[in-house]
């Protein structure tokens, strides 16, 4: 056997390997929802822990089909407010629950968009939209 087949041989047990390892160590979901009103409640009081009372909060339904229809938060913020450390908490909140989170960012005003995700759908969509202070 000359060497080029025993690292093809090597290679293909270590694709092996690392699959299987894929497989096992996938973390379970440790908690679920008994309904998606839970997740909102969660969402909602996370929010209001970082500050932002419920007159700042507002929840709303889009119909994306026939079949779905999803949640649309919107915070209203301070023009100072920083939201990374706001997403970076509620990923670890909701990551027992086997939620997956992205934000979009829209510049120059760099306004976050965090989509919650649950199974590659988006389940909840949280805007922030920046206020003058006075009107806070």
Not at 68 to 74: E, H, V
Request: proline share 4%.
């Amino acid at each position: 056997m000359n060497k080029l087949s025993r690292l093809n041989i090597i290679l293909l047990l270590s694709i092996v390997v690392t699959a299987y390892l894929h497989v096992l160590i996938e973390p379970a979901h440790e908690k679920q929802f008994e309904s998606w009103n839970e997740l909102d409640e969660l969402i909602i009081r996370h929010i209001q822990d970082y500050g932002h009372p419920a007159q700042r909060v507002r929840l709303r339904s889009v119909e994306v089909n026939d079949r779905l229809t999803r949640r649309i938060i919107t915070v209203d913020i301070d023009p100072s407010y920083t939201q990374t450390d706001f997403h970076r908490q509620l990923q670890l909140l909701l990551r027992p629950y086997g939620a997956k989170l992205y934000a979009t960012v829209e510049f120059p005003e760099r306004i976050s968009t965090i989509h919650v995700l649950f199974d590659g759908t988006v389940a909840r969509t949280i805007r922030f939209q920046r206020v003058d202070t006075a009107t806070l």
